[in-house]
């Protein structure tokens, strides 16, 4: 019912809320009224210190850093050279960066896609093998999802390794083609195809494991109920599973979207540190002008350009997540 | 949103009652799916760890090796053998442990306000921890160490677990809080009826049907915490403050990647995580028992 | 149950943090430390040179203990900036030669007097001109690598070749060689060339007299599309072409070029004096070729003259955060001792000074390599060249070229804009 309750009037809300509850208790919250006011701030506050402690004041400096020439002279000195708006200014008018803003785009959709849908699957998949298996699968995905990063990036750059690797082998000898010496990178198609593999397969365990605990909490009652309505397991899923799950749902996809639209370390050290300007993206941009070319206003003016973007790309999710998070 | 669907915990995983013929048929398909992408999740691991048992010469190789024929303990020597591994262990333990301990009880708290409390500033904070996890690493480096450095943090244990601690918060008070919705209100007014306080109920109600949630954070937190390289490398400078991704990093030099050492390494890093898993898996996927609903 | 969980970890948390707290508060940086930055290849490959000089700068100052921390090439500027921002960047660093001249530029090292230390009238000159910005000193030799041709005598007599190529045309024509006998076997390189080994097709550049880039006044100019480049450039195109079938984006340290030699479909490949004992190593490599590999100086185009090797090398130098910095000196010092420095050759690499190349040229492994750094060429002394690197300039090129994705002048052209655009303007 308070979903219905307009946003943002907390007080107004809190009144409105409180008043559906039963007499009893309203009367209990009359008395500690002054309590439970503070209470939410006494419970957050914690975590918000830590967050705003640790990250509050380096977020105002790379804002500023993004308004200054801040380069190796500068940052010895420790102080930068106001520029105003100069840096962006810069980077809008770099046609490199919007071809890299729009790669970046397309690689995010990709792999959200494929991540949200194959995570999914096989969560669903989950519920309808035998239970041997699914202790199988489940250890499986825990053991893919325990290898970190660089490893996991060293394990497939060696996979597809162009002398060595078992993947050229592999679809050699089951007569796919001609992988004698294939180069997945000669190509930036087939370069990316293979980072997208890695990135969906480092991703899936955390989105199937979510979602299956999403679907275990999802009540027996409603989906036998369904099924003797005589509704299709499709349209179960559909309409009674969906709905139930959306809220977990749009928690993991817009965080697939920060974390993919964000790769880095991926595309990084598949390549050796030193990835050609066909396969950079916004992260690998940031860095570059950061780190490698010693911009390191230009780099902060990107990230927060990034993190724009992203906010604006996950709009739709929040706004929906503000709603349907609101308290019953 | 019907208030007042009182559901009742149920068995969670949805039982498959009546086998008859054709649903076995169906679950033999399922199985052999299942099976497909078990070995295909599982390869890469297992190459890895394939790798780890191989004697160097056998690794690089024209035609892959399958199985090693010839498994040898010699990499995980190597890689035991590199300096500071058990330094790195022992700052790992530590890191990991802090940071779970301490962003389960933070985000835990923090939650149950987003969750179960309407107050001012509470969607601010929201889009907050959400666009905390938007800003890029890199690009923060620089501002981090900055203020490490002002907190005289870098080159200690201490500063890392603050930043682990941060970059952990959003996204397990994210996920927390998402479980506490999953709990009907009904439950804890049950608790209120016994004359319990409201934080009373809270942790006698809600604690213990969040389980899965503490661990799925705990999971992420562990995870997180263990694998990070990048704060690590930078912030920490002595050797024998590291931890084991930095050490493992150390494998890889200007001559190449020393493969066998540096996966028998990367085994060793995941063995923890898997432990830890297996101890608490039974809250997550085997055993889950809240059946508490969105209603 | 929980709760007292919950408890628990709390506990053991706050008592964790109290313990790392303690401990961290002893090792605050004191007068009595300095931090010395190493790449790993010192903590890899001559570990007793580290201790040489570790031991005789405490026999100097017994109160003082060195910290040598190894960084990794990947990632060690990274650090490094953050150290510079932070103000406790460590006392003594190294750096790639090439990596220099932008932080010397920058203002991020201290000036050393060159009288200060040991063999600096024998400096080898390459590293010695890395060293200096504008007429100073900021840097002291460490260490150079110069790269030959190592071989299998056993191929090359295989496909009738009598003696090692004494020029660019006999160095091609042996390959066709090569390839006629052994190139069958579809994995086979008569020469491994690997799409991004630049500092390899550079040298055909500067063996052709062309240039990277070239200064006139204040301004430099990209200059890979003139005449000479271009011809060098055609030439590498059609050895990679016809003599390589090595990875066309991969560079020469992934997979690592002497151990793909070790597996015997390579006849030969330009590499490090490190490289050659890589190749046989026990572990990784295959100590069975010990008696069929050499190597000998790659051949100028120009015949009887040898090809220009690129001198890779480091540096060690005195970041201007330190409080340490006469310690930071004597610790060079030790370091780049006569006694550390043979230490460092013996593990393949060229020692700082020219009084030691009588000992690489005395050791038959050695002396090809020293033999090739006779002549030597390297990158424009810019600040901005690291950029150039940084943007993977000629990588890039390389590999459009390599790939076919552009005709060599094209490539060449675009490339040099670029390298004109990011000297002039360090982007």
Known sequence: MSRLAPEGAALSSVAESEFALASRRRRRLTRQRLGHAAAPYALLAPAAVAIGVILGYPMYLLVRMSFEKYGLFELIRHQGKWVGTANYAQIFHDSEFWRVLLRTALFTVVNVTLTMVLGTGIALLLLQVSRWLRIALTTGLVLVWSIPVIVAVDIWRWMVDYEFGVANWSLQHLHVGNFVRHDWFANPWTGFGVITALIVWGAIPFITITIYAALAQVPQELLEAAAIDGARPWRIFREVTMPLLMPIFVILTSLSIIWDFQVFQQIWVMLDGRPTSDYYTMAIYAFHQSFQISEYGLGAAIAVVMVLFMFGATLVYLRQMLRAGEIR | ?295 | MKVRFLVVAVLAAMLAIAATTASGGTSKAQAGKIVVWLQNDAQNGWPEAVALANRNFKAQHPDVDVDVQYQTWGNHLQKFDAGLAGGDAPDVIELGNTEMTKYMAAGAFKTLTQSAFPNNKTWLQGLKNSSQYNGKLYGVPYYAGARAVIYRKDQYKGAGIKSTPKSLAQFVADGKKLMKKYGKDSGYSAVYFPGKYWYYAMSFVYDYGGKIAVRSGSKWKGTLNSPRALAALNQVASIAKSLSRASKTTDEANPQQALVFSKGKVGSFVGNGWEWPYALDAKLGNPALEPVVGAYPMPSHTPGKFMPTFLGGSDLAVPVTTKNQSLAVDWIKAFTSTASESEIAKAGNIANTTKLLAFNASNPKLAPFARAAKESWFVPTSPNWANVENANVLQNMLVKIFTGRASVKAAATSASSQITRILNTGA
């Open chain 2, 1 to 295: 949103m019907t208030s007042g669907t009182q559901i009742a915990p149920t068995p969670i995983l949805p039982v498959a009652p009546r086998i008859s013929g054709r649903r076995r048929l169906h679950k033999l398909g399922w199985n052999v799916l299942g099976v497909i992408v078990l070995v295909v999740m599982v390869f890469p691991v297992y190459w890895m760890v394939a790798t780890a048992f191989k004697p160097g010469q056998k690794i690089l190789s024209y035609t892959p090796q399958w199985i090693p024929t010839s498994p040898t303990l010699s990499n995980f020597r190597d890689a035991i053998n590199q300096p500071f591994f058990w330094d790195a262990v022992k700052n790992s333990v530590i890191v990991v442990t802090v940071v779970v301990a301490l962003s389960v009880t933070l985000a835990f708290l923090a939650a149950l306000a987003l969750a179960k409390f309407r107050f001012y500033g509470r969607k601010g904070f929201i889009v907050l921890i959400l666009g905390v996890q938007m800003v890029p690493l890199a690009a923060l480096i620089i501002p981090l160490y900055i203020l490490m450095s002002r907190l005289h943090q870098v080159d200690k244990l201490t500063g890392v677990i603050a930043m682990y601690l941060t970059f952990v918060l959003p996204f397990t008070v994210w996920t927390m809080r998402g479980f506490l919705l999953g709990i009907p209100k009904d439950l804890e007014e049950a608790a209120m009826v016994d004359g319990a306080t409201r934080f009373g109920a809270f942790v006698r109600i809600l604690l213990p049907l969040v389980g899965p949630g503490l661990v799925a954070t705990s999971i992420f937190a562990f995870i997180q915490a263990w694998n990070e390289f990048i704060i690590a490398y930078v912030f920490l400078h002595t050797p024998q403050k590291q931890t084991l991704m930095v050490w493992l990093a150390s494998f890889t030099t200007l001559r190449g990647t020393d493969w066998g050492p540096l996966m028998a390494g990367a085994t060793l890093c995941a063995i923890p995580v898997v432990v830890f898993f297996l101890l608490v898996q039974r809250r997550i996927a085997f055993g889950l028992t809240s059946g508490a609903v969105r209603g």
